[in-house]
């Protein structure tokens, strides 16, 4: 088993940062990939970024929304990865999930909920216009 806890979140006006933690523990050697996934009222989950365990490989997605303005980095020695969220927007207004993946290699950058095995229990962000 995989625990993931997040940490971070806050209300913060637009055009503001935010850096959200994932700390992992347990078998985290089986751990070949991690994410963040954002999730805002009446909607589906939506993939924001991803990243290989090895770090070598980054995934973000491909809409404008997110490019640009977020970047996802890992500390190894701490197993926890980061969210960095800058230039932020009302629209940026959600439930942020981190999530394990023990599926692939640790190259993989998966994309969809379903390639994941573990999450978080979630951190609100909240930007206000």
């Known amino acids: 088993q995989v625990q993931l806890k997040e940490s971070g979140g806050g209300l913060v006006q637009a055009g503001g940062s935010l850096r959200l933690s994932c700390a992992a523990s347990g078998r985290t050697f089986s751990i070949n990939a991690m994410g963040w996934f954002r999730q805002a009222p009446g909607k589906e989950r939506e993939f924001v970024a991803a990243l290989s365990w090895s770090g070598g490989n980054s995934r973000y997605a491909d809409s404008d929304s997110v490019k640009g303005r977020f970047t996802m980095s890992k500390d190894n020695a701490k197993n926890t990865v980061y969210l960095q969220m800058n230039s932020l927007k009302p629209e940026d207004t959600a439930v942020y999930y981190c999530?394990?993946?023990?599926?692939?290699?640790?190259?993989?950058?998966?994309?969809?909920?379903?390639?994941?095995?573990?999450w978080g229990q979630g951190t609100q962000v909240t930007v206000s216009s």
């Open positions: 999530a394990a993946g023990i599926s692939g290699n640790r190259w993989y950058t998966p994309v969809r909920p379903g390639e994941y095995n573990y």
